[in-house]
Structures are given as structure tokens and as C-alpha cells.
């Protein structure tokens, strides 16, 4: 699996999946990431902010899926961990708006997004 080695995010890439994966590393990235591991109840078991290019390795036992995001995106959706993720849904329109243009956006979260304890 390569991932986002050699790869930058665009406007139709916003993110990687990678099911069956609880370890990557960032040898050879160019980009820092945020990357989330989602244990087999869609809950986020760990996740990592800004990760610096040439990381030698992430791992999280527990997790069956990985997703690297842009950096910054954890911490611009409020995203944490104990967070339940939809990996089939994706943000209508209406929600990135309101994202884009709330000035606390840790208060909108994704539709697909819940909090653990809710």
C-alpha cells in the first residue's frame, strides 16, 4: 500500500482508507498527517495529529482501518478519540458550509461523526 506517498490532497481526495491496516508508516511522505484508527466498532482507538514526514511507524493493536487525513482536519472537525465514524456515509454540501464558515468548529461535527459518550 502506498498511501499518500507522492500524493497531495485535492478537492476530490480528502482522505485514505485502509481496512485491514493498523500500522503505516511516514518514510518517504512530503506532507505532515493526521491519521485515525477505527477498532471493528467504527470507534476511533487512536489518533495522531500533524504527523512530521519520515515517522518511522504508527500502530494501534486494536485497530482494523486507518485513515490519513490532511493535517489539520482532526482538530478543525473537533474529532477525538472515542469518536464513532461512519466509513460508508459522506458530508452533504450543507454540513462542509457550515464547517467552513463556523467560527468554533469543533461545535459542527460530521454527520457520520458521533461522540462516544452520546
Not at 480528502?14 to 491496516?21: G, H
Not at 500500522?23 to 470507534?43: A, C, R, Y
Not at 487512536?46 to 518511522?56: D, G, I, M
Not at 464513532?84 to 461545535?107: Q, Y
Request: aromatic share 6%; net charge negative; hydrophobic share 40%.
Amino acid at each position: 500500500m502506498r498511501g499518500m506517498i507522492g500524493r497531495n490532497f485535492t478537492d476530490s481526495l480528502d482522505a485514505m482508507v485502509f481496512s485491514r491496516c493498523n500500522m503505516i508508516h511516514m518514510m518517504f511522505m512530503s506532507i505532515p498527517l493526521d491519521v485515525v484508527f477505527v477498532n471493528n466498532e467504527n470507534i476511533i482507538c487512536a489518533l495522531y495529529t500533524e504527523v512530521s514526514p519520515w515517522t518511522p511507524w504508527l500502530y494501534c493493536k486494536k485497530a482494523i482501518a486507518t485513515i490519513e487525513l490532511q493535517a489539520g482536519t482532526l482538530k478543525k472537525t473537533g474529532t477525538e478519540l472515542g469518536d464513532k465514524i461512519d466509513l460508508n456515509s459522506e458530508l452533504t454540501s450543507d454540513i462542509v458550509k457550515k464547517i467552513e464558515t463556523s467560527e468554533n468548529l469543533g461545535i459542527v461535527r460530521p454527520v457520520s461523526m458521533q461522540r462516544g459518550n452520546e
